[in-house]
T-cell receptor
C-alpha cells in the first residue's frame, strides 16, 4: 500500500504556456500533500504544503501566482505552472502524508518539465 | 540554520563490495532521520526511518545508524549490487507540528561490475 502517482511523468511545453501536474494517492487518503522541485545534482526543495480544502502554504521565494496548487480532495493535488519559462524546467516531485504519524509520508515518481 | 550535510558527494565501488555513506545534521528540534534511495529520474524511496532513541535500523542489505549526541548518521550497504547505483539522500525531520523535512544533497553511488 501507500502508492503515490504523478501525471504526466514527462512534459515538454513552449514558453508562455501553462502546465498542470497531478499527484494522486492511490490507496490512501492524504491529509497533507507536498510539492518539491529538484534541479540537476541538487536536493529536493520544498515549494509548498497543501491541505485538503484549504489554501496551500508556500515556502519563501516561491511565487504562489506562478505555481498554483489545488488540493481538491483527499487523494488529489494539482500543481499548475502558469506562463512557464525555460528557468521553470525542473523535476517536480510530490509527496503525500497519510495521517499524522511521522513515518507516513510517501513520494511520487516525479514529473520532468522541460520548457522550450 | 537547520542543515543536513552528506559525504562523500559521489562514490564508485565494485559490485559485491561494501560501502558506508555519512550524514551530519544540525536540525533542531529533531524528530527523526530518514535515508532515501533515489534512482535517476524517479522519486525518493524510503529505506529507513529512525527516531531519537534508535541507534540502528536495517532493511535488507541496508543498515543505518544514528548517534543523536553527535548528530551523525551512516548508511552501510553490504554486498553491493548494480541496482544499488542511485543517489542516497539523508533527510531529517524537524520536530514540532509541521515535521518539515530537511534534505541533504545526497551521495551519488555508482556500482560497477
Amino acid at each position: 500500500g501507500a502508492v503515490v502517482s504523478q501525471h504526466p511523468s514527462r512534459v515538454i511545453c513552449k514558453s508562455g504556456t501553462s502546465v498542470k501536474i497531478e499527484c494522486r494517492s492511490l490507496d490512501f487518503q492524504a491529509t497533507t500533500m507536498f510539492w518539491y522541485r529538484q534541479f540537476p545534482k541538487q536536493s529536493l526543495m520544498l515549494m509548498a504544503t497543501s491541505n485538503e480544502g484549504s489554501k496551500a502554504t508556500y515556502e519563501q521565494g516561491v511565487e504562489k501566482d506562478k505555481f498554483l496548487i489545488n488540493h481538491a480532495s483527499l487523494t488529489l493535488s494539482t500543481l499548475t505552472v502558469t506562463s512557464a519559462h525555460p528557468e521553470d524546467s525542473s523535476f517536480y516531485i510530490c509527496s503525500a502524508r497519510r495521517g499524522r504519524a511521522y513515518n507516513e509520508q510517501f513520494f511520487g515518481p516525479g514529473t520532468r518539465l522541460t520548457v522550450l | 540554520k537547520n542543515q543536513v550535510e552528506q559525504s562523500p558527494q559521489s562514490l564508485i565501488i565494485l559490485e559485491g563490495k561494501n560501502c558506508t555513506l555519512q550524514c551530519n545534521y544540525t536540525v533542531s528540534p529533531f524528530s527523526n532521520l530518514r535515508w532515501y534511495k533515489q534512482d535517476t529520474g524517479r522519486g525518493p524511496v524510503s529505506l529507513t526511518i529512525m527516531t531519537f532513541s534508535e541507534n540502528t535500523k536495517s532493511n535488507g542489505r541496508y543498515t543505518a545508524t544514528l548517534d543523536a549526541d553527535t548528530k551523525q548518521s551512516s548508511l552501510h550497504i553490504t554486498a553491493s549490487q548494480l541496482s544499488d547505483s542511485a543517489s542516497y539522500i539523508c533527510v531529517v525531520s524537524e520536530g514540532g507540528a509541521t515535521n518539515k523535512l530537511i534534505f541533504g544533497t545526497g551521495t551519488l553511488l555508482a556500482v560497477q561490475p
